[in-house]
């Protein structure tokens, strides 16, 4: 797809899940409806969970994790919406304290302020779903206006098969119906 200048900007950030290492199918997804897509990365996820170099080529931007330098331009443009995919019981109890000590968390902070839509893709294995804390935070983001799909708990059903995550279900959440 060739990139139109006045497409709207996506900003998807990813965290250290497994299922990361098909947040290429996010992408296609986003930019098949016509989204231009920069990656935000927290810094355990790029390190080993997604495939970094075609994500960059696919994007055509380079991945951020680390903060820029105070003279630095921002490499990307403000959002028009704001993507968690795949959301980790890390991430998100920290997004909900309000802990911005990476780039990712601190995007994240700021987004649900921007007033853009803002939608996430848990990924967190029931056992840890059930901590009180993480049940907190989700109604805490819920409350800013977050919006969230579906608990995926990415662990293989009866066949041994995992279920499918549904990456499009989060481009479903931040468009008008
Ligand atoms: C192979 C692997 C898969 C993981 N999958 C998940 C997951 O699906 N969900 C989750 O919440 N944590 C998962 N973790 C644990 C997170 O990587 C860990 O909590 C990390 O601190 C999350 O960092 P982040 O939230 O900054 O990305 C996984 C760890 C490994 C090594």
């Not at 497409?7 to 497994?18: D, E, I, K």
């Not at 290429?24 to 390190?47: C, D, F, H, Y």
């Not at 960059?56 to 995919?85: L, M, N």
Request: one cysteine or more.
């Amino acid at each position: 797809m060739t990139e139109q200048a006045e497409n709207p900007f996506l900003y998807v950030v990813v965290c250290a899940a497994g299922i990361a290492a098909d947040v290429s199918k996010l992408i296609t997804a986003a930019q098949e409806r016509n989204w231009q897509v920069g990656v935000i990365a927290t810094p355990v996820a790029m390190n080993g969970f997604f495939d970094t170099a075609a994500v960059e080529a696919q994007t055509g931007r380079p991945i951020r994790s680390a903060w820029r330098t105070p003279g630095e331009p921002r490499p990307f443009p403000a959002p028009d919406a704001v993507i968690v995919a795949p959301a980790t019981f890390n991430t998100l109890n920290k997004w909900a304290a309000g802990i911005a000590d990476t780039l990712a968390l601190g995007t994240l902070c700021e987004a649900a302020g921007l007033g853009v839509p803002v939608a996430v893709l848990p990924c967190v294995a029931d056992a840890l779903a059930a901590h009180p804390a993480y049940r907190d935070s989700l109604a805490r983001l819920r409350a800013m206006g977050v919006r969230f799909a579906e608990p995926y708990a990415g662990e293989a059903g009866e066949g041994g098969g995992r279920p499918e995550f549904g990456w499009e279900r989060a481009l479903d959440l931040i468009e008008p119906a």
